[in-house]
């Protein structure tokens, strides 16, 4: 995935682009389960959807912003987004302002320079706009807030390439993003492939399940006979047809 | 209502099913504005709407989570929604989880069990996920937050049939829950027919004085002609083919 | 914009109609950084839209409520908001409950009333009712809120024409509302005229930078061609058919 653009800067990723396929497949519920099995702490809290529908998954490249400094603002904007020319298609922005919800550091005109370098999401500790335009456009855009008030002269350029921190949850570069009406989480980069199987497994045994109830059977008895107390294990008995199911 | 499925708990309401569909074809505005006539307090605060367009009244069935053992947590799952089987035809699942948005106690297996069984909507002192699929299925669902962490192995069914205790309102199994997009309130069942009577009062005073300012007349005319200081009361005067309407 | 109606009340605009309607085409966005470029807040911090899809832009009206009197409670509603039969064409309400949300200062009535009476959007520091109707109508709503409990009997008119404070943003009668899906946002009366011509070379300024990065110039690039650095002063070069362009 690295290295597929003119321009692009390297990420490292120890991600193999078919896990990452496979964990664009799953829903964030699924991928949580798999996380949680493994004890490992993926959400990012308060980053909400802001595109109904959207989905996600890609490698994370990392975007940190400071204040601008109290001595030299004043004369000229920041060119706070100029990253985004070295940003690897298949990527999802991770943008950190510290949470701050007052200004904005990503737009449509972002939007379409993204979407034209194959960046697949953003994902913002922080604010957006133009709202209309990216909900129009179906860009999967996850942020802390909504304003119309820019970043620029209030925030700029840290740094790329630094872990970021969303209330505690750490996101990597390199590591996996999945985002979607759910929210945002992360995946750490050695264990997306553990992940990826163990969340596949979750929604083996959680659509036995459905479809033992749609059959008739109690929602209770389903989930005993499925193994649903260890849903990452696969449908413990009774899948026809199941994959990858392992028991307990 | 209760009784009305093969293993139905019994919901102890003294709410008749005409009542109850009376309600429901209400809005949460004008059930408020009865309330507010009769000094009580409705409103679950906090509890939002989560799709769109969708409005529910049915019979409280309540449910309430409590953290999970700390020396009892880790090898296994508690299964916290095992109560569904049990929850009669023309219920509102009514679930406490102390307003808590970091784990969730519903999803898309939940909703199509609670579809299954006639289950009418939910209303979580908490979270959901699976946002998305709830959505497609255009299911009543209103609650604090969102995210995709379960609530497995977080929390665990502490009781069901105990009042929920929402920001000091308080729901009763029993009660009658009415929700759409302004968010979701309780009716206390001793009340359910005098409000639901208020209510419908309400609403002809609210019609009345449209249809007036329709017809160009000023708002505070309208609404001083048709006694929109005690709506409840219904429309005062001028009303054509108004019913129930008892004056001031 | 004054005296277009049979009743209005005179709202004291130095702004002509043609400015409005200039801010009416701009999105809230370029709005908030020609204010920028002035040095001038215009955000309503924390007051966002309710009908997806919708903008604005309008003199504003204002009105200010107040908690009732605790000794005259009780026995009857206050009619708080029959100021509306006053409101001229062209004016966007903006409702002062000093920020809470447990209770409302707008719904479905008030709509029917506004838009009949050509009032173009609502904004409300506090919250309002009947969203779905609201949303049906494709009516322009801001709020900090949403619930179901009416303000009747709970805050009562204060004041029309006083200036409202939302989070140190002041507006004042006479102002004009930009509004749209990010937000909503005042521009001064007197500088109105100055925002528009500042807020259409940011447009004209991102539109030439869009247009490049289309043809397949870098971000970057495309920034420093077109001045972006003070997009206010329109595209800097190489736009083709920009009026108004000043450079910097």
């Keep these: 995935m690295t290295g597929s653009s003119p321009a692009a800067a390297v990420v490292a990723t120890a991600v193999p682009v078919s ?36 989905r996600t998954a890609g490698i994370a490249y990392t975007i940190t912003y400071r204040p601008v400094d109290a001595d030299a603002a004043g004369s000229q904007f920041r060119n706070a987004a100029n990253y985004l020319d070295d940003v690897p298609a298949g990527s999802v922005v991770v943008a950190d302002n510290g949470g701050r919800t007052d200004c904005t550091n990503w737009g449509s005109l972002l939007t379409a320079v993204a979407r034209s ?30 304003t119309m008030v820019s970043g620029k002269n209030r925030v700029q350029l840290a740094a790329t390439g630094l872990p970021v921190d969303v209330h505690g949850t750490v996101v990597r570069p390199g590591d996996v993003i999945v985002a979607d009406d759910n929210g945002a989480l992360v995946v750490p980069a050695h264990l997306a492939a553990e992940v990826a199987e163990r969340a596949e497994r979750v929604e083996q045994t959680e659509q036995a399940i459905a479809a033992a109830v749609r059959d008739g059977l109690r929602l209770d008895e389903a989930r005993q006979r499925f193994g649903y107390a260890r849903p990452w294990d696969g449908p413990a008995t009774g899948a026809t047809g199941a994959t990858g199911a392992t028991g307990a």
Excluded: K
């Design 19 to 54: 896990v990452v396929e496979r964990l664009a497949a799953l829903d964030t519920a699924s991928v949580s389960d798999a996380l949680d099995s493994l004890g490992v702490t993926g959400v990012l809290a308060g980053i909400a959807a802001r595109v109904p529908g959207t």
């Design 117 to 146: 370098r194959g960046v697949r999401a953003t994902v913002l500790h922080g604010s957006a706009r133009d709202i209309a335009e990216i909900r129009a456009a179906g860009y999967p855009l996850f942020s802390s807030g909504v």
